[in-house]
Antibody, heavy 118, light 112 residues
Framework: QVHLQESGPGLVKPSETLSLTCTVS????????WTWVRQAPGKGLEWIGY???????TYNPSLRSRVTISADTSTNQFSLRLNSVTTEDTAKYYC????????????WGQGILVIVSS | DIVMTQSPDSLAVSLGERATVNCKSS????????????LSWYQQKPGQPPKLLIY???ARESGVPDRFSGSGSGTSFTLTISSLQPEDVAVYYC?????????FGQGTKLEI
């Protein structure tokens, strides 16, 4: 059973960079789509993007200019960087796994709340 | 972007009764090469991450009770809970993964 755990700062200042890491245990990064989804307080789900284990990434066009998702197979981790944050980026950030290109997101971390505030 | 619109926004159903949540996509999400709708349903309970219930619009994820079923084609899809249980109180989301961005519906809050 794969387990995902987000880590990173819970508070980021406006205009700075949000950086989160997801540690995957109980399985390898190989062959899966590693995904980030966020949820603003009291709101719905927003898909941020994913990285395939080969290293190719796909992003939400609304965030593409500010987001980078990377993966490190040696540490079994993947990461999210979101530049130039504003208060609109305050949300719980989930890392997750999609099994294949034709399946849903089958495994999720518990999420980490990131507040953007000075 | 493909817009996913769920209805209703909230729903109250008696225990043991049927609950139905609808989801419409603004364009087709049928993948031509395998003829599968690229649509998933998720359940999110308070303070928890979403949980995958259904993919391909009607394929039940392993371990999901069989009272949950998905149906639909084209641009209209439905999640049905055949006999509502107390633990089914949650917000339900549909998501298309046919094209980027993989958009979610706004959610439907299900209460007893």
């Amino acid at each position: 059973q794969v387990h995902l755990q987000e880590s990173g700062p819970g508070l980021v200042k406006p205009s700075e960079t949000l950086s989160l890491t997801c540690t995957v245990s109980g399985g390898s990064l190989s062959g899966y789509f590693w995904t980030w989804v966020r949820q603003a307080p009291g709101k719905g789900l927003e898909w941020i993007g994913y990285i395939y284990s080969s290293g190719s990434s796909t992003y939400n066009p609304s965030l593409r200019s500010r987001v980078t998702i990377s993966a490190d197979t040696s540490t079994n981790q993947f990461s999210l960087r979101l530049n130039s944050v504003t208060t609109e980026d305050t949300a719980k950030y989930y890392c997750a796994r999609r099994r294949t290109s034709s399946s849903g997101i089958d495994s999720w971390g518990q999420g980490i709340l990131v507040i953007v505030s000075s | 972007d493909i817009v996913m619109t769920q209805s209703p926004d909230s729903l109250a159903v008696s225990l043991g009764e049927r609950a139905t949540v609808n989801c419409k996509s603004s364009q087709t999400i049928l993948y031509g090469s395998n003829n599968k709708p690229y649509l998933s349903w998720y359940q999110q309970k308070p303070g928890q991450p979403p949980k995958l219930l259904i993919y391909w619009a009607s394929a039940r994820e392993s371990g999901v009770p069989d009272r949950f079923s998905g149906s639909g084609s084209g641009t209209s899809f439905t999640l049905t809970i055949s006999s509502l249980q107390p633990e089914d109180v949650a917000v339900y989301y549909c998501q298309q993964y046919y094209s980027v961005p993989h958009t979610f519906g706004q959610g439907t809050k299900l209460e007893i």
